[in-house]
Structures are given as structure tokens and as C-alpha cells.
């Protein structure tokens, strides 16, 4: 033990009065030996006195251990007496003791020096007795500390038997409280407990609340080492499973792969439907060999659920100003769906959420419908995206395959809605028409759930197997012709005409739209190359058949091609170009088409005609000859099977109007009719060409001729009605660039002349008709009179005034 060096000590102290040592954290029982570093001056001071003298010092506690140098009121006042055994000097200037308990004692008074404290005390001894109560207590205390040694563990089993044969109750109290873990209060109350009796019921209560402690201890222990059992139990599994399948050769990615699945699911914001789905394929995953054929076919149905987009969208842009701004800068003319598409934005707008609208643009090939659809996705604020239906005869391209099927794909809806990521897309179905059935199914019924707003809220792809919402999907399909699209589909689409357009419309287009596009193409200037409307006019009437503007356009990149040639192989880069009509010739060669092609010279047995083809109107000559024979009739020119009955009824019709037409009854008995309709190589049907048909019958037959400035449409019947048709504006454009001026139409059609433009219908003279009668005193031209005694009516010969629009 190091020899305390001699120091000067106070003077004051006297012998009944010890130093005192505050302690921090902890309280000190009498017959207690315990190890303190200290470190305070004022402390290793105490020591050092008490070493000098009788070894004695007074360990008091601190109430707060935070207090560096304590007062009267910062301790208990009640204490342990304690004998320094050994006392050890570290290098760090602390000091090593090592103190035994003696005896409790009070505080009385407190001397407070320079150097230390010294207080004088009262001794307060363990009380002796003897009673059933105390040995009862002492066994209880006995058991529960045997109780709480085998919870806590810290407590060697030497120590439980060695306390166990204490005899004096208040030893035996002091001795178990000190091996106890329980808060510096607590041990400071059963230190001030006098009565060995009553400091043994304390220290019970305090160790029964320990043990209580202990057991829930024990309990989450047990708990937590029972699952760490479990994951090390599967960890180690997993790692025998990686080892065999390294053996085997297989990658030790899988495992990341399924937690970056388990990843992608959570993140998904699939339906409910949809992640029980998942989740319950994911665990079959899991228990699959990663090689497997199987493991790959559910690997690719978990990465087409979570790959869908099923809360994501977009945004709309209510702002019906730019909307309008948008489609018009696009597009010229089209006022109907425009109007359309912008109605649906005032809706949006007020009610926030509304079904989106089905909508099918039926129009002629040329006329901008599949670009109107990317317009009005840019106008709405929303992808694009579009699918090509001409072709498809698979309803499994709508519907998606079953996944039993090798290579099974969802269908076109599906892919379509993956691939653009938003689950509000505007959706453009092309070429909905040109769909075909075979014996896989039918794609066009397959599309009645796709396009009912009432049903598409729960569509169901036969790969996806669960339910998917299209119901803000804004739907707009496009075809040539309605005749092929089946009804109940065709019921489900709102369906807006996109007629052809005029030739003021084209030049309009082409200036606006199609030279500015071809000029960036080519690489040419605005100031290089200037076009004449005369140059356009010409292109749009000598070289170009059409509703649309798709071969104007072509044209038109035909002619900057030479262009371009000759600016490189001149190196004329200034050169400056001007393209006019005469002109169109040099660059495009001889005219395919003539224009404004009608007979000049009034004939007998000849009418024009209109048409309705799916590019336009056309106009249709009908001749007619008659023959020596015995009263056949033959039709020519490719005619389809109505075109044929209604050549039929045209002539049944004439021959009921032989009288007043001046004819023999049996006129037809010995002659041949021949009906040809010229470009024979065409296939035309129809009922609309039957008033041409009988007026061009009625002109052979009388010998008068037809007046060639006018131009008819009609279906005729036995009684010589005129029904209406369709197509009619496409009809009066072709007569127009014929150049016709009188156009006889039927009356009931008087109505569709709104949808025609007002510059077409003040060019023409528009003459509404009811009856045949009607039409043959229009064309026929010389003094000519038809009258029915029979039905006892009479059609005015005098002219009668014609209808203008």
C-alpha cells in the first residue's frame, strides 16, 4: 500500500468528530465492503485525515450527484460510518479506496474547513429481536431474494447461500439491499429504517417489485430470443439455399430481384383487388426455382401490374382560351370537333371529375383525324397515345392472351397504358373500321366494354386477370366509312363527320400549314421560294383526286425537290423562286387529271351524275344507247347489285310513263336498252344514281337531248319519288370543280344544305326535287311535256322557279 505522506492537518478537528466523504450514486449499508474512486479535493483530503487517525470517515450521499461541492442541505442526514481497509494513490491524481461499513449513524453537526468537512454524529445500533413475525419475514425476504438472484443473474449462488445464514435481521436486511438495482431513494429509505422489522417489510415490497420487473424482463427477452432464433434459423437456410443454388448455377440475384418486386408492389398504388393479386403471386415466387419456366411467367405478370399506371395522371388544362388557341393553330376548319372537345373542358371545369368521352371522327382518308387526336391531347394537357386497329382480327389483341399461353401479352389497351405511364391519356383507336373477324374471335365486340363509360371502369385484361379503371381514359377512334363498324359499337361512340375539304379550304391549308412544313424539310427559306395560290390552285385540280390533303402534300414536296436540286447542282444559294401556274407543268409533267371535265355539246341518252367515294365526290356520266332487239336490258361498267335494281326500277319507271313521254306501249319489245356507266375498270354501287339513270333513259328513248350544265342525285322509286341520299356536300364539290352550275337534288336532302359552305352554295344553282316528273322537265331540254291521265295529275311544263343557296 503507498505511505500517505505526512501533511499539515487542521487543528480544529477534534476526536469526536470524523471527515466526511460525499457520495455519488451510491448509498453504503453497514458490514458492506465496497471500492470508491475519488477524485475531489476536498474528499481524498477526508481521507487522507482519516488515515492519520483512527481510519474512520462518515459516507454520506448526495441528494443530487450532480452538486461538485455539496453543503448541509445537498445530503442525507443520515449516513454509514465506515473504516478505510486500503487506500491507493492513481497516477491520474485520483484516489483508490476500498471502505467497509460500520455502523448507521445521524448527522448532528457539520464543520465546514478549507481543506474538508467534519461532522460529529450519533451512533444508531440495530435494534435485537426475536419473534415468529421476524422469522417469518426473514424466510419470505430469503425466498424472494433467492427468486430475484435467479432472474437477474448477476448474483453469484455463493453469495445467496452465505446471505442465507445472517442471523440478525438487520444485518440481513442491510446486506440484501445492497446487492439490489434499485434507484439511490429507495436504498437511502431502508437505510434510515431503524426497525429491523420494518426495514425487512420494505425491503419485501422493494424486491417483489423487482422480481415482477425482472419476470416481464425475461418475458421480452424470451420473446426476442425466440425470434432471433427464427431469422438466424432462416438465415441460415438461406444460406444452405444460396449455396445449392450457386451449385447449380443460379444466380444469386433472385433473392434481391423479389425484394425489389416486394419493393415495387408496396410503391404501386395498385387497387386492392390488385395487390392481393400480386402479393399472393410473389409468394408463389418465392418457393419457385428462379430458372424455372413458371418463375418467369409470374416474374412478368408481377412487372406488367406494378408497371401499370394506376394512380398516376395528368392534370388537365381547363383553359378553354388556349384550348381553342391550340386546335385552331393546328387544324383549320373542323369546327364541329373543336367545338366538341372544348365542351367537354367547360364540363371538366365545373365538375372536376366526368367520364371521359367517346368520340369517332368519320371522314374521308386526308382530312387530319389522327392529327386533330395529338391536338387535342396538347390542347387538353395530356399524353398522347395511339393504336393502329386496321388489321386486327384478334379479340385477343384488345383483350390481352391468358397466361397459360406461351409468350401471353396483354392487349393493345394495356401496352398502350404502360407504355405512356399516365392513366389518363388521350387514347386514339385508328382505323377503327378496317377491323376483320376470323376464328379467333371478334376484336370490334371486344371494344364495346373498352368504349362504354358505364363498363370500362372495371376492364378487365385477360392477362392482368384483375380489374383496371379506363373510365378517365379519353377515347377518340377514327374511321373512313360507318357502314363497316358493327351497330352496338358504333352506338357506343359519339360520332362526328369530318366532311372533305373545298378547294378554297386546301389552298388555305396548303399556305398555312403544308408549305411552311415542306420548306423546313427541304431545307429551303420562306424568302427562296415563293408559291403562287394559281400554282396550288393547279396542283389541287389537275394533280390531286381527293378529300384530304395527304397527296397535295406530296405533291408539293415533289416540286421543292427539284427545287432543292437545282439550288446544290447550281450552287445558287440566293437564287430566289417563283412557282406559278404555268410553272406546275415544268416541275410535276402532264396533268393526271382533268378538271372541270363535262361534255360540252348537249347529248341524247347522257347525264352526269354524282358519286360518293370514300376521297371525295366524283362525278358519274351514265350513257345510254338503243338498240335493234327484243327487249333486253343490259347494265354495264362494273355496277354493285343496288346499282343494278335501281337501273331496273328506272326503267320500269319509264315504261309506266310511256304516254306522256310519247312513246308506243310496247316500245320496248323490239328494241335492247344498254346502261353504261363509264370508267368500267371502278366498282360503283348505290341507290342515289337511279333519277340519272331514268332520265338518261327517258333522253334515249325521246331523242331530246340533256342539258350538260347540270349535274342530279337521287334514288328513285316505281312511283317516281325522289328519296334523299347522303354525301351530299362531297357531291356538290364535285360538281363544282366539274364545272356545273345546276344541281338537281332531292328535297328531303334541302335540309343537309347548312352543312355545305356558303361559297360553294352561291356558286351553284340548287334545284330541290320531289318527283321524276319534276326532274325530267329540268333536263330535257326543247319543248317537252309530261302529264299522267291515268292518276289524273298534271306536271307544269312552265319553268318553275329554281331554289338558290
Known amino acids: 500500500m503507498t505511505e500517505l505522506s505526512e501533511e499539515s492537518l487542521p487543528e480544529a478537528a477534534k476526536p469526536d468528530t470524523y471527515p466526511v466523504l460525499p457520495l455519488r450514486d451510491i448509498v453504503i449499508f453497514p458490514h458492506m465492503v465496497t471500492p470508491l474512486f475519488v477524485g475531489r479535493p476536498r474528499s481524498i483530503q477526508a481521507l487522507e485525515w482519516a488515515m492519520e487517525h483512527e ?55 457539520l464543520e465546514y474547513t478549507e481543506e474538508c468537512i467534519f461532522a460529529s454524529l450519533q451512533e444508531l445500533p440495530d435494534q435485537e429481536t426475536d419473534s415468529p413475525e421476524q422469522e417469518a419475514l426473514m424466510r419470505s425476504v430469503n425466498n424472494t431474494f433467492e427468486t430475484y438472484a435467479n432472474l437477474s443473474k448477476k448474483i ?6 452465505s446471505i442465507a445464514g445472517v442471523e440478525e435481521p438487520g444485518r440481513f436486511a442491510d446486506t440484501i439491499v445492497a446487492h439490489l438495482t434499485v434507484q439511490i431513494s429507495d436504498k437511502q429509505e431502508v437505510l434510515e429504517e431503524m426497525d429491523p422489522l420494518q426495514r425487512l417489510e420494505k425491503l419485501l415490497a422493494l424486491m417483489e417489485r423487482e422480481v415482477e420487473i425482472l419476470q416481464i424482463e425475461k418475458k421480452i427477452r ?107 393553330e393546328d387544324h383549320y376548319g373542323l369546327e364541329k370537333v373543336k367545338e366538341r372537345i372544348l365542351e367537354y373542358l367547360a364540363v371538366q371545369a365545373l365538375v372536376k ?10 371522314g374521308p382518308p386526308g382530312v387530319g383525324k389522327t392529327s386533330l387526336g395529338r391536338s387535342v ?27 397459360t399461353y ?130 396550288l390552285l393547279e396542283i389541287v385540280r389537275r394533280y390531286t383526286r381527293e378529300a384530304g390533303v395527304r397527296n397535295l402534300e406530296r405533291e408539293i414536296a415533289n416540286v421543292f425537290r427539284k427545287i432543292a436540286r437545282q439550288v446544290v447542282k447550281a450552287g445558287q444559294q440566293g437564287k430566289r423562286f417563283q412557282v406559278g401556274g404555268p410553272q406546275i407543268k415544268k416541275y410535276l409533267g402532264v396533268p393526271r387529271y382533268s378538271f372541270g371535265v363535262r361534255e360540252e355539246e348537249h347529248g341524247v341518252g347522257l347525264v352526269n351524275g354524282l358519286a360518293w367515294t370514300e376521297v371525295g365526290g366524283e362525278l358519274l356520266t351514265i350513257e345510254v344507247t338503243i338498240l335493234p332487239g327484243k327487249g333486253k336490258l343490259t347494265v354495264t361498267g362494273k355496277l ?48 342515289s344514281a337511279g333519277i340519272t339513270m331514268a332520265t338518261a333513259l327517258a333522253s334515249a328513248l325521246t331523242g331530246l337531248a340533256v342539258d350538260q350544265d347540270l349535274a342530279m342525285t337521287g334514288e328513285i322509286t316505281l312511283r317516281g319519288r325522289v328519296l334523299p341520299i347522303g354525301g351530299l356536300k362531297e357531291k356538290l364539290l364535285a360538281a363544282k370543280r366539274a364545272g356545273i352550275h345546276r344541281i338537281l337534288i332531292p328535297q328531303e336532302n334541302e335540309k343537309n344544305l347548312e352543312d355545305v359552305p356558303m361559297t360553294i352554295r352561291r356558286s351553284l344553282e340548287i334545284i330541290p326535287v320531289a318527283h321524276m316528273d319534276k326532274v325530267l322537265d329540268e333536263a330535257i331540254l326543247g319543248s317537252f311535256s309530261v302529264a299522267s291521265s291515268a292518276d289524273n295529275l298534271e306536271y307544269s311544263l312552265e319553268p318553275e322557279k329554281s331554289v338558290h343557296h
Open 377 to 403: 391531347a396538347r390542347a387538353m394537357g395530356r399524353k398522347f397515345l395511339r393504336v393502329s386497329l386496321g388489321g386486327v382480327r384478334d379479340e385477343a389483341e384488345i383483350r390481352g392472351h391468358r397466361r
Open 55 to 109: 481510519k474512520l470517515v462518515l459516507l454520506v450521499t448526495q441528494r443530487d450527484p450532480k452538486t461538485d461541492d455539496p453543503l448541509a442541505d445537498d445530503m442525507f442526514e443520515m449516513g454509514t460510518l465506515g473504516q478505510v481497509v486500503q487506500m491507493l494513490k492513481l497516477p491520474d491524481g485520483t484516489v483508490k479506496v476500498l471502505i467497509e461499513g460500520k455502523v448507521r449513524v445521524r448527522l448532528i453537526d
Open 353 to 362: 371529375k366526368i367520364k371521359g368521352p367517346i368520340l369517332c371522327l368519320v
Open 406 to 535: 406461351v409468350g401471353a401479352m396483354p392487349g393493345k389497351v394495356i401496352q398502350g397504358l404502360r407504355k405512356v405511364g399516365m392513366r389518363n391519356p388521350v387514347f386514339l383507336l385508328d382505323e377503327v373500321d378496317k377491323m376483320s373477324t376470323d376464328f379467333r374471335g371478334d376484336p370490334s365486340s371486344a371494344l364495346l366494354e373498352v368504349l362504354d363509360p358505364e363498363q370500362n371502369n372495371t376492364f378487365a385484361d385477360h392477362f392482368l386477370d384483375v380489374d383496371y379503371d379506363l373510365s378517365s381514359v379519353m377515347f377518340i377512334a377514327t374511321a373512313n366509312t360507318l357502314h363497316s363498324i358493327p351497330g352496338p359499337l358504333r352506338d357506343r361512340m359519339e360520332v362526328i363527320h369530318v366532311e372533305g375539304y373545298t378547294e378554297e379550304e386546301k389552298v388555305h391549308i396548303a399556305e398555312r400549314y403544308l408549305l411552311p412544313k415542306q420548306l423546313e424539310t427541304h431545307g429551303l427559306k420562306a424568302e427562296q421560294v415563293k408559291f403562287s395560290e394559281a400554282a
Open 156 to 161: 453469484p449462488a455463493e453469495m445467496v447461500t
Open 222 to 328: 424470451n420473446r426476442v430470443k425466440s425470434q432471433m432464433e427464427r431469422s438466424q434459423k432462416e438465415y441460415y437456410l438461406n444460406e444452405q439455399m444460396r449455396a445449392i443454388q450457386k451449385e447449380l448455377g443460379e444466380k444469386d440475384e433472385f433473392k434481391q430481384e423479389l425484394r425489389e418486386l416486394e419493393e415495387k408492389i408496396s410503391k404501386s398504388r395498385m387497387s386492392k383487388e390488385a395487390t392481393e393479386k400480386a402479393t399472393a403471386e410473389l409468394r408463389k415466387l418465392k418457393m419457385m426455382s428462379p430458372m424455372s419456366a413458371e418463375a418467369t411467367v409470374v416474374r412478368n405478370y408481377i412487372d406488367w401490374l406494378v408497371a401499370l399506371p394506376w394512380k398516376k395522371g395528368t392534370k388537365d388544362q381547363i383553359d378553354l382560351d388556349k384550348a381553342e388557341e391550340i386546335l385552331d
Open 640 to 687: 354493285g347489285e343496288v346499282m343494278q335494281e335501281s337501273a331496273q326500277a328506272a326503267l320500269s319507271y319509264i315504261r309506266s310513263r310511256w304516254s306522256p313521254l310519247g312513246l308506243e306501249e310496247d316500245f320496248y319489245s323490239s328494241i335492247d336498252i344498254h346502261i353504261h356507266v363509264p370508267e368500267g375498270a371502278i366498282p360503283k354501287d348505290g341507290p
